[in-house]
Nanobody, 117 residues
């Protein structure tokens, strides 16, 4: 049974930084990608960053240049370094890991990030 456990959320002032972590327990046969998403109140969940097995990263325009996704392959952990945070970054942040075959998406329980102005 694979579980993703997130940590690192909290309350921060605008301009501050936070680092989110997401550790996978259980065996994931072959990771296709690791990603972060977020969902603000009243809004749909949105994708914000992905890192694929080869290490290539991609970001949503809203976070490009401020957020950095990275991974620790040995420990099946994915991180999200968030700098220059803005009040509009306030949301619940979810990590997502996809097993490549069979295709299975695993999700964390979410961690709250609140940015005060």
């Amino acid at each position: 049974q694979v579980q993703l456990v997130e940590s690192g959320g909290g309350l921060v002032q605008a301009g501050g930084s936070l680092r989110l972590s997401c550790a996978a327990s259980g065996r994931i046969r072959s990771i296709s990608f690791m990603a972060w998403h977020r969902q603000a109140p009243g809004y749909q969940r949105e994708w914000i960053a992905t890192i694929i097995s080869g290490g290539t990263t991609s970001y949503a325009d809203s976070v490009k240049g401020r957020f950095t996704i990275s991974r620790d392959n040995a420990n099946n952990t994915v991180y999200l370094q968030m700098n220059s945070l803005k009040p509009e970054d306030t949301a619940v942040y979810f990590c997502n890991i996809r097993n490549s075959w069979p295709v299975v998406d695993y999700w964390g329980q979410g961690t709250q990030v609140t940015v005060s102005s």
